[in-house]
């Protein structure tokens, strides 16, 4: 086998790695069930789409299929993720920063800093939910 067959498409692998990056998330929060598995994939195949149309944008895919599953989580079971740091107050969500950017992260905006890197919340003290 040589080097070319094992070429893969950068908007492939741009996809592949924020599946692999949202489901660790999930995994991380005990989520990771085969009904929210299937909203991961939902939002791959939908910004597929998205990212053929605009090639520049596949850095922005990770932020943008978190938020796409955070959303999808919201109106079927409530907030996700829950924001760990702030066990004081009223559980919130945490935000994805950039909303439109590369290199997104998990950001508690009422305590205003970052939590961890998208796909990094098994490196944060969390506890299981439902």
């Known amino acids: 086998m040589d080097d070319a ?3 893969v ?6 996809l592949h ?3 692999a990056l949202i489901l660790a998330d999930l995994a991380a929060d005990g989520v990771a069930r085969p009904d929210v598995v299937s909203l991961v994939e939902e939002s791959v195949s ?9 090639p520049d944008g596949a850095s922005y895919v990770t932020g943008l299929v978190a938020q796409d599953v ?16 702030c066990t004081e107050t009223e559980p919130h ?3 994805v920063d950039p909303e ?4 997104p992260r998990w950001v508690c905006a009422e305590a205003g800093m970052v939590v961890a890197a998208v796909g990094a919340l098994d490196t944060v003290g969390r506890t299981e939910t439902s």
Request: overall charge negative.
């Open 46 to 54: 939908h910004r597929r789409w998205w990212v053929e149309q605009w």
């Open 93 to 95: 969500a945490l935000d």
């Open 5 to 7: 067959n094992l070429d």
């Open 100 to 103: 439109l950017g590369p290199d």
């Open 17 to 19: 790695g924020a599946r």
């Open 70 to 85: 955070q959303d999808a989580l919201l109106e079927r079971y409530g907030r996700w993720p829950l924001c760990p740091v």
């Open 9 to 14: 498409n950068p908007l492939e692998q741009a």
